[in-house]
């Protein structure tokens, strides 16, 4: 699983499960360009790093705000995780890259 840069566990359960693997990706996403975003980096940043998530840009947060890169094709499949938290400050505080077992 290098291709998705994850370690032996995501990358046991990518191929365990690819079966009933369903990520839909955001169209112009690049595992490259997410393996770059850092804890701290404003989301102009990012934008401008990864372009638009799939989910539609939240103009107020209140505590946090996510970014999703990736979602499931249904509300069962399994699926790779690529989303970005985002604090009150509008700066990236987590990074979530797994494969997410639903």
Do not use: H
């Amino acid at each position: 699983m290098y291709k998705y840069g994850y370690g032996i566990n995501d990358a046991f359960w990518r191929v365990a499960w690819a079966i009933d693997e369903g990520t839909i990706w955001a169209p112009n996403f690049n595992e490259e360009n997410f393996s770059k975003i850092k804890i701290g980096m404003t989301e102009t940043e990012v934008l401008l790093l990864m372009g638009k998530p799939l989910n539609a840009l939240q103009e107020s947060c209140v505590n946090s705000c996510f970014w999703f890169y990736t979602k499931q094709d249904s509300g069962t499949s399994d699926f790779d995780q690529r989303w970005v938290v985002f604090n009150q400050d509008k700066r990236v505080s987590e990074i979530r890259k797994s494969f997410f077992i639903d």
